[in-house]
């Protein structure tokens, strides 16, 4: 849903969810967008892209782990929200708790404490089930290393998500053609992923995550694998599958130039939202 | 669950993981059931061909066997004994009063005693009945005309309650006559006893193993056109050992290296050559035997006194017959008119005490089946197999139909009942029943079992009178009853055997399907991450593995394929011969085949290899899916 599209009463309800974040605090809810804005404008030069209603929602959000006898903190009070058809970088040095946060949001795992909420689904409360359908339906996932399964063609890879979806061969035959259209690897269908390079996978893998059309694609270092040129060019399709699908886009990179194309980024640092 | 279309493509790129050590797992856990695949080939290949053979001689047929377990203590029963001495004691005062009136001389010394005394060191004076003598003989017969032995009527009254529809005798030769019996070689009678053979042939010993058999047990091994009647000449059927009838014909024997194809020409011969073999007998009884035995004394007195001037000839001579079986002639009688009436005193004399006039008379045999031999103990490995599978036999021996024996007295003569019961030729009583069940039944509780553990000497038998099972039992004729527990047992240890074998495929499949989703724990994760559930992983997993175990099932098919007809290449042969033989098969075309699948079986192994596989991937699959997905592919990366 685009900003143009959004009527009244859904920017005031966005509105007040934002400000329900900062407890009624209208001053720290202000100075919060303005540093953001501001940030953003510094980093790219450019005007915030105009946002949709709130896609995600953290809360509280704390993840613990106990490592021997020590507790390590991966994530401590994290709350956030991310629009519709935003494009969010989580960035940060190694260990502040961005992969573990992409992770939460991705139902991979379950927060210690706080809420996520997901296109209006607390994921908290869904079950093992519920929580691998949610998955396959709303988010897309875009890996480092590509995780593109050896031995299938690359059409086949890319209709993996739509088999446990159990969507109809013809229908997920279609939709890989289009994505691999629109990836520009149309003539690689055939192919399998050790005949592709490093670029070509990791759009392979950006298609095979959009076949069930979700919400929300969530990639961790996408570009981290790859050169600069193939780097880019994995960005302007994110940024493509923002424009054409609409889709919301959470990355989490240590490459300033990545973070620099998102709409916002978002630095963390010991497992805390470093404002 | 996603579809199964797709899960099997999921599951197929498993396959191509892990190639070598997928194959050997193939390779060993398919060997493992290929044995099992090759047994039930072969075994029920050889159990349909067995039912196919066994139509004909006496397979499919359920004979029991009884032989009575009474003790015939009659040589030391005190009132026999005592019976005898009395019967010795009026035969010697009637003898006494005959010669008195004859006026010859009869000494009571020389009577034959009815009873002989033992002094037994340590112990008192036993006392033992001498069956031959007169007295002893009429004892004996009185006893058993109050005391009758167990006889058909006995055996029916046991076996009919267990269904028993038909009944049978064999009645064993007694192995002696009053007299003598003697095979007639090339029509020649030999009066030489001591130039008799030390080692003699199968027709001249064939009273050894000959018996009296109903016709209806014979039937099946007479041969195509030959018939169980007394010829129109006369002439006793007789079915006759393979061995014997070789032996008769003059075929050596064939050397144990045989190939089958010689040994089915070997039959083919056989049977064409013995076809209405026909011998003779002589029979003398006892007064002509003895003559002979005079005749022979005569000669060897003349030839030792060939150059005794001195020597006189005895007045009365006896000279061997001129013709096989005939007369025996008086040579010479210088006999005064009072020697002769004193002789004719003497004779008369014997004959009023049961002394027979001299008879002889010749029998004729023709040959109309033969009979396997029975399996050797001695036969091992491949042949000792394939001759306990494959049986239909009367145990060995000459069989004489009793049927036409009964229309010939002297045959009826030689088998007579008291003279076998005191050599322990007792009859053998058969039940036919309709069904192995019955028989079984029969057999197991009808049975004798002699306790030869018992204590003090005590009789073996005893428990078994007891109980009311006069009887041991046994199966024969043909392994029928057998080759139907074995296929029973078959079954069952078939199972068992593809159980243990589905614990060490488990085992050694467990190794591969645990590494392959060990291996695959990382694209478990992403599964996972893009929208897989448990269940959707588990179906991968669980399909792969069957894809597994019928990749193996079919690899144990071929193998088990090819080991079956290795066996039905080397030994089919051989079982096809035992087979022809042994059932007397008219259509000497026929093949015994140790190659038959049986789907029950196959489809049971197929089973037991997908159970094996699922059961070898549970564990793993519950721990990997227990895992959390996060974790393996941060491993990995």
Redesign the interface.
Known sequence: MKQRDMTNTDIETKAQQFLALFADDTEAAIAALRQAGTKKHQATGRTPAPVGPVLVNINGLSKAYKVGKQHINALDDVSLAVHEGEFVAFTGPSGSGKSTLL?LI?G??KPSRGTITIDGQELTTLS??KL??F???TI??V???F?L????RLE?NLE??G????IK?SERKTRAGELASAVGLQDRLRHLPKELSGGQMQRAAIA??ML?RPKLILADEPTGNLDSVNGKAIIDLFEQMRREFGTTIIIVTHDPKVAAHADREIVLRDGRIAL | MIRLQDATMLALTKLRTRKVRLTITVVISGLLFSILMGASLVARGAFASIDSFSKEGLGQRYIVSGNDTEVFDIFSNKDVIARAQDLQKDLIARKTADAKRLGIDYDPANEPQAVNTFNVPGNSAQQNLAPDSVAGKQAIQEYLASHPLLGQSDFEREAKPYGANAFYISQPYPYSVDGTLQVLEGGKESFNTSSQKQHPDALQSFTNSWSLMSSAMLKPFVLKGESLDVGTDGSIPMVIPVSAAQSLINLPALPATATPAQKLERTKELRQKIRDFTFSMCYRNATSANLIEQANEAQAQADQNKTNKDYKQPDLVYGLPSQACGTVPVIRDARDSDQKTQDGKQEQFQEDFGKPVAAQATISFRVVGIVPDPVTQNAAGVNQIISSLVTSSLGGGWFTPLEAAQKQPLLSQFFDPTRGALNGSRPVQYAEFNGSDQAEQFLSKANCTPNFAAANNADPLEQCIKDGKPFTLMPFGSNSLAVQKIRGDFGLIFRLAALGVAVIGAIIMMGTVGRLIADSRRETAVFRAIGAKKLDIAQIYLLYTMLLALLIAAFACLIGVAAAAVAQHMFGGAFTVQALVAYNSSDLNQTFSLFSFYWPDVLYLAAIAVATGLLSAAFPLIRNLRRNPIRDMRDDT
């Open positions: 992770q991705g991979l795992d093992d089930r691998s359908v998955r396959n339906r897309g996932f890996f480092q290393f995780y399964q050896p031995f299938l086949a993996v998500p088999m446990f979806a159990r061969h095979r995550a069930n």
